[in-house]
């Protein structure tokens, strides 16, 4: 039995050009970081069940014929690798839809496991590969590349996209640096279920908006200078001007939205939303007293049924827990 853990991600920069589409013609270039909230997985190649497939998640299913198989991703690999008995067990810190790549996450979880199969090295270059490979040529899934990246590499990353390939450049803040950008990172998470529609939606206006992500060009250069050295007001600024590109290309509000974000507004705060259909996850930058005034400004305006929670970020990605051999 092995038991792999996957960190969900945050990209402060450069979202929409880790499209292939994109970056195959112009070159892509995307700055963020994992984030101590994700997916731990446990698979048993050989459960003691009735059933030759027991895949629990939000829902369960249990089959002995794999053409029954609901889910897509899991489907797709057991289909793909001739799986003839498995049993996985999902479980996440956060629902999805909140915009922080969590199918990926999942992706490489499940992709950790099909290389230790393949008796092939747990390289971070490999996982974000195959977990890359799943979702978008054998799911056929629409997206770009980066959330499989920063979920396999963990940490800070730099990634630099072109000629269907990447290479990943670690940003490592000292130990006070780090501490201090961990001091101001949280997120508010709301309750939503659906986002594949959207994503389609970020696909026309991706393709429209061309000179849009040019822009960001200007921003790379002092992202990564601004994580190194945790200079918190310069990635303040450099957050609301990213945020404001990203609505060139891609519908950032929702009804969810909309309100929360005219309460930040009003707070002058540094935030985006995260994901690339029309919103997910609100990710903010400040420290533990603007939260609370946000918590105190949200509950006026009577918006409730959200959680707000501080992040980390993670410095290991995708990895094996522990493995267990239920022979012995």
Known sequence: MLFISSPFRVSIIGGGTDYQKYFNEYSGR???FAINQGCLISVN????KIFNYRLVYSGIEETNNPEEIKHKMLYTLIKHR?????EIHYDATLGKCNGLGTS???ACALTAYDLTQ???LLEEYSIARGAINLERDLMNEFGGWQDQIYSAYGGICDISFS???????QIKPNRDALNKLNENLFLIVQKRTTCETSLKNANIKLNQNIISLREFDNLYTATAQSLFNANIEDLKEIMKEAFQLKQKFTDVHNQETAPICEVLDSLNCAYKITGSGNGGGIFIIGDRELKDKIKVSLSKKGIKDLKIINLKIASRGTHIIEPFDLKN
């Open 82 to 86: 001739q799986i003839k008995k498995i």
């Open 118 to 120: 393949q008796n092939s």
């Open 45 to 48: 190649n050989n459960p003691n």
């Open 163 to 169: 000629n269907n390939n990447f290479y990943v450049s």
């Open 104 to 106: 990926s996450a999942f």
């Open 30 to 32: 995307s700055i963020g």
